[in-house]
């Protein structure tokens, strides 16, 4: 008789529960948390500089334009050193989803490719991954746009 091994006995039946029972736990509570934590951090920085801003004497609209600058900035600087990748790992979606992220999102690749020179690696690879929503972005304001001036009017 055939020695049973643990993949013997694996039926259809069973097959989900076997899944299920050899999937690794993840900790969705935890991932979450730290998820809203960190990007709620990162927006709450974005609206401490725009109040320092207007502290400063810039009017309220060229400070909100300031401060996102200012985000991106330091988010490519992070990206550069390392230091911006780590906080992906810890804090997930959290560091994606502000204006942060997509500055991360044209870095990273133009960071790694460098070494195929500035047309072809940085320049090229920049918009790899956020190309295809600077595309998107315009394609739907001009839509926006074409519909606003149907129904409203020019200007």
């Not at 993949?7 to 076997?18: A, G, H, L, M, R």
């Not at 133009?110 to 315009?138: C, D, H, Q």
Request: hydrophobic share 55%; glycine share 10%; with cysteine.
């Amino acid at each position: 008789m055939k020695p049973k091994t643990e993949f013997s006995e694996i039926t259809i039946e069973n097959y989900k529960d076997y899944v299920f029972e050899k999937s690794p736990r993840s900790a969705h509570w935890k991932n979450m948390f730290w998820a809203f934590l960190v990007g709620g951090l990162i927006c709450a920085f974005g609206q401490v500089l725009i109040e320092l801003y207007i502290i400063w004497g810039v009017k309220a609209e060229l400070a909100s334009s300031l401060a996102s600058a200012t985000l991106i900035a330091l988010a490519a600087i992070f990206t550069g050193v390392g230091v911006y990748d780590k906080l992906g790992r810890f804090a997930g979606a959290g560091s994606t989803v502000p204006i942060t992220g997509f500055s991360n999102a044209m870095v990273a690749p133009a960071i790694e490719f460098r070494s195929e020179g500035l047309i072809y690696g940085l320049g090229a690879k920049m918009f790899l991954i956020a190309g295809p929503v600077v595309v998107n972005g315009v394609l739907v304001s001009v839509v926006v746009a074409l519909i606003r001036s149907l129904f409203l009017g020019v200007g």
